[in-house]
């Protein structure tokens, strides 16, 4: 009998020495099967990183050439450009935003102020058949915008918390049944959220075929005012909260880090779906390097009153072109409080005016190739004859100008001899 209890023992012993082991074996698999399923993705990335180092730059350069062109829509959109927005040329990277918005892209696009965002959603909307819908939070960016475009012969329209009902019904029917012209259609982003009746006529426009593009301007709300608004609770006091309200005279410095890799992960995102592209414009402000002059002692020697014929002449022609800049600049003034419902910058720009005080159009060929055919149809001849009364003018003034010192009864006055004084400019920097 002892024997036999002993062999027992031992077996039960076995037994679970067994169970054991193949509980061990189990694990042991399924850490195996692990292991297989992270090799493969481990190997599937590794190829993919590979491809995309041998091919990164040459989808980068094929990326830029693409979007420069050619496309089927360049003669129009060149055409719409120069003689509808009155523009030149394009500015950095606008030709490449405009083509892929065209191609029907979702484009990321960030400029700086004054860079030239609007014209790469408005002349696409031009463009295409259909209303844009452009989202802005800027009430009076929006004004601005819709007054230019209404000067343009575009037709432009606002629903914002100022818009009367006549000009919301005509909205709504346009959105609706497509009645109406209506080309853009700019909204705040408290009308998206808070007006079920635009969503829904929204969304009919493009169930119908009818929204050509949504366009979200620049994002320059505080993100705590929003919020609050979003649940029609009063606006407080934030300084020091955001630092878009912070206090003026209050300096922080802030860690802005993770707004950083935000953008950066979200563009990684919208890189890897082909159906969008980024497009950065990076502007590089012009340094001026002051030269040292030495230690030496540097002498100038200053003539007064006997200035070269050809400098005078020079400094006279520079005013005349500064003359004539400031009579445009009245004169587009003028146009613009005649019509009541637009910004001076909207009948003539900057640029515009300096170009028409450098080469003087006479006739309205020569100014429709600066100013474009749509605005020297509509202004021309009142541009032309403020032109041609200041060249007269500037004529008898030139006569007076070219015929020196005389005196009374007509001689000419001999200029007296003045001393020579001499300057003397010190410099403590190093020798150039």
Not at 11 to 16: D, F, K, N, S
Not at 42 to 55: Q, V
Request: glycine share 8%; aromatic share 4%; hydrophobic share 35%.
């Amino acid at each position: 009998m002892g024997r036999t209890e002993e062999m027992l023992t031992e077996l039960l012993g076995v037994e679970m020495e067994l169970r054991d082991v193949q509980e061990q074996i189990k694990m042991l698999l399924d850490q195996q099967e692990k292991l297989y399923e992270r090799q493969a993705e481990l190997k599937a990335l590794l190829e993919h990183n590979e491809s995309s180092r041998n091919n990164g730059d040459d989808e980068a350069s094929v990326s830029v050439e693409k979007w420069s062109g050619p496309f089927e829509w360049d003669a129009e959109a060149d055409d719409v450009r120069f003689n509808v927005f009155g523009i030149s040329s394009y500015r950095a990277n606008q030709r490449e935003i405009i083509n892929a918005i065209m191609s029907g892209r979702d484009v990321l696009v960030i400029m700086a102020a004054g860079g030239g965002k609007s014209l790469c959603y408005q002349l696409p909307a031009v463009l295409r058949k259909g209303v844009a819908l452009v989202v802005s939070p800027l009430l009076s960016l929006i004004q601005d915008q819709v007054m230019g475009l209404a000067a343009l012969g575009i037709r432009a329209c606002m629903l914002t918390s100022t818009t009367n009902k006549e000009d919301e019904k005509f909205i709504y029917k346009a959105l609706e049944k497509g009645e109406g012209e209506l080309k853009i259609l700019y909204v705040t982003p408290e009308k998206i959220s808070k007006s079920k009746r635009f969503m829904s006529k929204l969304e009919k426009c493009h169930h119908g075929g009818r929204l050509s593009l949504i366009s979200i301007d620049s994002k320059r709300q505080c993100r705590r005012g929003a919020f609050f608004r979003h649940f029609a609770e009063p606006l407080q006091d934030c300084n020091g909260m955001c630092d878009n309200c912070a206090s003026y005279d209050e300096i922080k410095e802030l860690d802005v880090s993770g707004h950083a890799n935000l953008i950066v992960s979200m563009l990684q995102e919208m890189q890897e779906n082909d159906q969008r592209v980024t497009i950065l414009q990076l502007v590089d402000k012009m340094k001026i390097r002051n030269k040292d002059l030495g230690k030496k002692t540097i002498k100038l020697e200053v003539r007064s009153g006997q200035k070269s014929s050809s400098t005078d002449s020079r400094t006279h022609k520079r005013g005349k072109s500064s003359g004539l800049e400031f009579k445009l600049d009245e004169l587009r003034k003028e146009l613009a409080s005649v019509d009541g419902r637009i910004f001076p910058h909207s009948v003539l720009s900057t640029q515009q005016i300096s170009m028409l005080s450098a080469k003087k159009p006479k006739s309205m060929e020569e100014l429709e190739k600066i100013i474009g055919k749509l605005k020297a149809e509509k202004y021309g001849p009142k541009i032309l004859e403020e032109i041609n009364n200041y060249e007269s003018n500037s004529s008898q003034m030139d006569d007076g100008f070219s015929g020196g010192r005389q005196d009374s009864q007509g001689r000419a006055v001999k200029k007296l001899k003045t001393k020579k004084p001499v300057v003397l400019i010190e410099s403590s920097g190093d020798e150039a």
